[in-house]
């Protein structure tokens, strides 16, 4: 409900709205944004596992009676609370990038009448600021906001960092109701999302649990094999014409990725090459290699670790930025575009290194989307990493389970048995064929040696309904994902 | 008599299947399975019984393999012995050793057992662990005794107790066998492997033990954890620059060969015939692969 242009108000209702911005339980600013069945209501997951604002939300909605609720969430984490929702109809339809755990497994037995939309975070962003997906009320979760409406989640007690996927929906969605844990008793030295953008603050007692900022894909590198992995990542980085000075990179936040960190920062301090800019995540690594003066600067679109708070708060050279800014595909100068290199996961890569990042082999729903569709497509190069099989289950597959990101944007794969390069990339191979610290083989090669130890297993396919579907980046169909026959 | 690339030879307990079925994705030149110290006594068997079913079945992309059975002195080493040499690792490493008789009975007992397997007699090579004081002194005889001896190795921890004397940091204790174990080694063109750096957290130390190994002339070491292996291959490897060195040296002399000069100079350094020799040896242990497999 934005009313731009001072001449729609009068003078009394100016004084009205200012009276009534801030209240202090999350029920009435519910009522007051006129919430109806069938409306689309949007949340984030800055908080990642220590999200209490979703489930607090829903609850309250479903205690009201609203009804057929679209949800559009950046990712579902630790919220198996809404299976009881979605069976009382309370919500109708998902928007995520990522599912998992018990709330995964009974959306694969088929108790949601339309199936689940998968978009990527680029993708989510394109869809929400073109108006494909129209948010009519975007819940932002946030540690402190001001008299005035600006809020951040840098400053007060329980702070998550960035918010850079709630940007997006506060710009478009019809009404913002933030709901914060402090209200600042001056204005707001760091202003995240302006007030502008923001229609109602709702203050509560705890919003999130910020030492749960840094769980889930994060994982202690400890793992001998996954370091070894990271190494090679390394090796191939540091031996590609890209790696030079003003180079920029995203590594994410996978085990491995986290390793390639430190190696990367050991080659960039001996080769002294200073980069331009580190995307995406943020990390305790990314934070010093900053500090270290390796790179120039950090595009921060969500932080995982309290010194990343940190440095976002107090350095101008870590920069919170919006999903659109980040990875939209409708925008032509998103910072994907501008990356060199991007370090990514999958649970499956397949011979055409099209890779599945969100259904496990059992057809479970393991994992998001996240940014990597919009990153393999923009970075110069792509480099996915995975360990050959995990447990007994091969990586690399003759073809991957559900299509999240096409094999055509993916340049390198990296695994504990081998590099092989994407056939389209032969430029890349030159150039890597120069070090020989990198065992190159080719794909075909490295799944004949993970299925002569595994064994091929035997696929499970369901039969039952359309349970997701996958959409690209620009929104199109890429995929479709099968639940369970009942 | 031979003398291959074997920088880093990587201990993996042969009872452990994750360890194993990864041990080669580390860039180790040897993986070096362990029937020894690492394994209980309760656990030989089943340690040789795991270990004979995955050198029959995995791929280690053709990285040497290497075995250390109980020493023939112990009710383990001659079963495993009988168990190892029909699968025909690389190398079997043999633990206190210290006279050429038993060398020479081993040599014996390998080559009968690799003519009951079909293999190529003389196929199997051995490294011998150096871990008493009658050991250091006999090993020239001990080297001289069989051609299948390829690498000789130190066991420090035996060998200190068995002087009675204890391990420091600095490692003086072991100077001369060290230098001998290099020495010996070299006269006969063989490879002189390090014994192990246990603190595998303390990566500095180990690189400074490693330069000084390197510098007495050993010729690779042995490693206990996966994160020891790239410093340990890093230290004996040879900069790009002495590669670069080398490769000028070898294409001086052919020139000059061909030219029919004699001694020449490079770098405003005589190149003599062990010069020459050394340059081609770095070349063919050191230049860059360039494969695709």
């Known amino acids: ?486 | 008599m031979n003398n291959k690339l074997r920088r880093s030879m990587l201990y993996i307990p042969a009872n452990n299947p994750a360890m194993i079925q990864d041990a080669f994705i580390y860039g180790a030149d040897t993986i070096l399975f362990d029937l020894e110290d690492s394994i209980a006594i309760s656990e030989k068997d089943a340690a040789r019984e795991l270990l004979i079913e995955a050198l029959n079945s995995l791929n280690f992309n053709n990285t040497e393999i290497a075995v250390r059975i109980n020493s023939l002195d112990s009710k383990f080493g001659l079963k495993d012995l009988k168990s190892i040499v029909p699968i025909g690792p690389d190398i079997i490493r043999i633990p206190k050793i210290e006279t050429k008789e038993q060398i020479i009975k081993i040599d014996k007992l390998i080559t009968k057992l690799e003519r009951k397997a079909n293999l190529q007699p003389g196929f199997i090579e051995i490294m011998a662990m150096i871990e008493t004081a009658k050991g250091v002194l006999n090993l020239e005889k001990i080297v001289a005794s069989s051609e299948r001896l390829s690498a000789l190795t130190l066991g420090a921890e035996d060998l200190t107790t068995d002087m009675g004397i204890k391990r420091t940091s600095l490692g003086r204790e072991l100077f001369l066998t060290r230098s001998k174990i290099a020495l010996v080694a070299a006269a006969y063109k063989i490879n002189a492997i390090d014994t192990v750096f246990s603190d595998f957290n303390d990566l500095n130390g180990l690189k400074k033990e490693t330069l000084q190994s390197k510098e007495l002339g050993f010729t690779g070491k042995a490693v206990i954890h996966p994160r020891q292996v790239d410093i340990v291959n890093h230290v004996f490897t040879p900069s790009q620059e002495e590669i670069e060195d080398a490769k000028e040296i070898v294409r001086q002399a052919s020139q000059a060969e061909e030219f029919g000069k004699g001694v020449i100079a490079v770098k405003g350094k005589m190149v003599d015939l062990p010069i020459l020799n050394r340059a081609k040896e770095i070349i063919n242990k050191y230049e860059k692969r360039e494969v695709i497999k």
């Not at chain 1, 769980?215 to 190494?231: E, F, K, P, V, Y």
């Not at chain 1, 944007?409 to 120069?434: C, F, H, M, S, Y």
């Open chain 1, 1 to 486: 409900m934005h009313n731009y242009g001072y001449n729609l108000f009068q003078k009394k209702d100016i004084l009205k709205n200012q009276e009534s911005i801030i209240f202090k339980n999350l029920s009435e600013a519910i009522e007051r944004s006129e919430i109806k069945d069938g409306m689309t209501i949007s949340f984030h997951h800055h908080y990642r596992d220590g999200d209490l604002l979703l489930n607090m939300v829903m609850d309250l909605l479903a205690e009201k009676g609203l009804k057929d609720l679209i949800l559009v969430v950046t990712s579902l984490r630790n919220h198996h609370k809404l299976g009881n929702h979605i069976k009382n109809g309370v919500i109708n339809k998902i928007y995520t990038t990522g599912l998992r755990g018990k709330l995964g497994k009974l959306i694969k037995k088929g108790i949601m009448d339309h199936p689940v939309v998968f978009y990527s975070h680029g993708g989510r962003a394109a869809a929400i600021a073109s108006g494909r997906i129209k948010v009519d009320i975007a819940f932002i979760a946030a540690s402190i906001a001001d008299q005035f409406g600006n809020i951040n989640g840098v400053l007060g007690k329980s702070i998550c960092g960035s918010l850079g996927y709630a940007k997006v929906d506060a710009t478009y969605a019809k009404t913002v109701i933030a709901v914060v844990e402090k209200i600042a008793s001056r204005p707001l030295e760091i202003v995240s999302i302006p007030q502008k953008h923001v229609d109602y603050i709702v203050q509560i007692d705890k919003i999130g649990e910020s030492n749960k900022i840094a769980t889930g894909s994060l994982r202690q590198q400890s793992n001998t094999r996954d370091l070894s992995i990271a190494r090679q990542v390394a090796e191939v980085i540091i031996s590609l014409e890209n790696f030079k000075d003003g180079y920029s990179l995203q590594t994410g936040s996978g085990s491995i990725s986290l390793g390639v960190n430190s190696f990367i920062e050991n080659f960039m301090i001996n080769k002294k090459i200073k980069g331009n800019f580190l995307l995406g995540g943020v990390t305790a690594d990314h934070v010093n290699m900053l500090k270290k003066g390796l790179f120039n600067k950090i595009y921060d679109t969500q932080t995982f670790h309290p010194d990343a708070i940190e440095s976002l708060k107090n350095n101008v050279h870590h920069q919170e930025i919006d999903a659109v800014t980040y990875a939209s595909p409708f925008n032509k100068r998103a910072l994907v575009n501008y990356l060199d290199f991007v370090v990514l996961s999958a649970l499956e890569i397949d011979l055409n290194f099209n890779v599945n990042v969100l259904t496990a082999a059992n057809g479970d729903f393991y994992g998001a989307i996240g940014g990597h569709s919009d990153t393999a497509a923009g970075a110069k190069v792509s480099i996915v990493t995975a360990p050959s099989y995990r447990g007994r289950i091969p990586s690399i597959t003759e073809q991957v389970k559900t299509i999240v990101t096409p094999g055509h944007t993916i340049d390198i794969l990296v695994t504990e048995r081998g590099v092989a390069v994407n056939p389209a990339r032969k430029d890349l191979l030159d150039q890597l064929k120069t070090n020989s610290k990198i065992n190159l083989k080719k794909i075909n090669r490295i799944y004949d040696e993970v299925i002569e130890l595994t064994g091929k297993p035997e696929e499970v396919n369901h039969t039952g309904k359309v349970v997701g579907l996958v959409e690209y980046r620009d929104g199109s169909l890429i995929d479709v994902i099968y639940g369970e026959e009942l």
